[in-house]
């Protein structure tokens, strides 16, 4: 039987024993302590110890890149000076008689093509900052081309031109650099009187030597390089059709695609144009009626003086990005023989580009004023950015496709 003493001592509780557990916690937080004042000591003093090998990504830029386009082809340039630089526009023949192939069209940023005489077209190539060694031949000036020109501030380079094409460059104030061997010459192999040539390097010189040191570009309304990418006929063939899902995107101002173009002048074949679309280079591959393909030589970027241009230049096809189908009012001039045609006034408009094709209207209403295209609802159409034709095709001609 146990007594109340032994029952006092089982029921009371034992002392706890002591815990060294603290100790060893407060020895490790000395040593982190002392260790990271070490460490901060260190990169404070001598910091090339601890960053030597240390690569940091560089932190962005919060300044935007502002991106400049050429006022006459849309294209992105390096440098707002590029875009008063001054402008040409030069007559470029285009008869069977020694004209082709011409040089140098290719960098031409717009060309107008029509009726110069007798079923024959002509140019009014405009160039900004060309670099070919040799551009030509260059042939005389007609009205309807001066007056397209205009808005463009070019120096308007021909070799004499029609009495009232002269009677307007001589009254209306224009730069104008008519046949002048101290900045053109004659050259090229039989090309008889299709000789007449000019190069990069004496357009330049003509420009310091008479003050014409810039031109204030008035250009057709562009797309971006990016806008346009997004409107090629392909651009929606990159996901593919899935016909049980509805459409995600705004199919209203869809138009179909057009991969061949046929443009009538009148009734000779050789100045007549097909283009076909190269979706590889999204541009418009030029031929004429004949099946021939309308070659021009691409000549080196260089000074090479005033050369034979078959000497020192190779073909290439001409392949515009841009090909603008206006329909124009024409006839006979008072002479019989040269064209008058309407520039100044509206009519119907075929505007081929990306693959695709839109039906509208032009419209200019003043010399001085740019041609505008607007679709069949009325919406300002902009073009594609590059090498842009328009064509003046007369309404006794045709546009199909």
């Excluded at 470029?92 to 110069?116: H, K, M, S, Y």
């Excluded at 009205?143 to 070799?159: E, K, R, S």
């Excluded at 004429?288 to 241009?309: F, I, K, M, R």
């Excluded at 509206?346 to 001085?368: D, I, L």
């Amino acid at each position: 039987m146990e007594t109340d003493d032994q029952e006092h001592l089982i029921d009371s509780p034992q002392p706890a024993k002591t815990s060294k557990s603290w100790l060893v916690f407060l020895i490790i937080g000395i040593l982190g302590l002392i260790g990271g004042v070490a460490c901060l000591l260190v990169v404070l003093l001598k910091p090339e110890v601890i960053l030597a090998d240390l690569n940091f990504p560089d932190i962005p830029s919060n300044t935007a890149t502002t991106k400049i386009y050429s006022d006459l082809t849309g294209l992105e340039i390096a440098n707002e000076a590029d875009r008063t630089a001054p402008v040409y526009c030069i007559q470029t023949p285009n008869g069977v008689d020694g004209a082709r192939p011409q040089v140098g069209l290719t960098e031409a940023g717009v060309i107008f093509e029509a009726i110069a005489e007798a079923g024959i077209t002509r140019f009014a190539a405009i160039y900004q900052k060309p670099a070919s060694a040799v551009i030509g031949p260059i042939r005389s000036l007609r009205l309807y081309y001066l007056q397209w020109d205009t808005p463009f501030d070019c120096i308007i380079v021909h070799a004499g031109g029609a009495d009232d094409a002269i009677a307007a460059v001589r009254s209306g104030g224009y730069k104008d650099l008519t046949e002048n061997y101290a900045y053109m010459y004659r050259g090229g192999n039989n090309r008889l009187w299709n000789n007449l040539f000019t190069t990069s390097q004496h357009l330049t010189q003509v420009s310091a030597d008479w003050g014409y040191g810039s031109s204030n570009v008035n250009g057709f309304n562009r797309m971006t390089p990016e806008e346009s990418a997004k409107s090629r006929v392909d651009a929606s063939a990159a996901s593919k059709l899935v016909i049980t899902e509805p459409a995600v995107g705004d199919t209203s101002a869809m138009n179909f695609a057009s991969t061949n173009i046929s443009l009538r002048f009148g009734g000779i074949a050789t100045f007549n144009v097909n283009y076909q679309y190269n979706q590889q280079t999204n541009s418009y591959d030029r031929w004429y009626e004949t099946g021939n393909s309308h070659e021009v030589y691409q000549c080196p970027a260089e000074d090479l003086g005033e050369v034979t241009p078959e000497s020192v230049c190779s073909l290439v096809q001409l392949s515009p990005n841009v090909v603008v189908a206006m329909m124009v009012s024409e006839q006979k001039s008072w002479d019989g023989y040269h064209e008058d045609i309407t520039t100044v006034g509206s009519g119907e408009v075929y505007v081929f580009q990306n693959g695709a094709v839109t039906h509208g209207t032009w419209n200019k209403n003043s010399v001085g004023e740019q041609i505008k295209f607007f679709d069949d609802a009325g919406t300002e159409i902009k073009l594609a950015p590059g090498q842009t034709f328009v064509e003046a095709v007369p309404t006794y001609g045709g546009v199909e496709y």
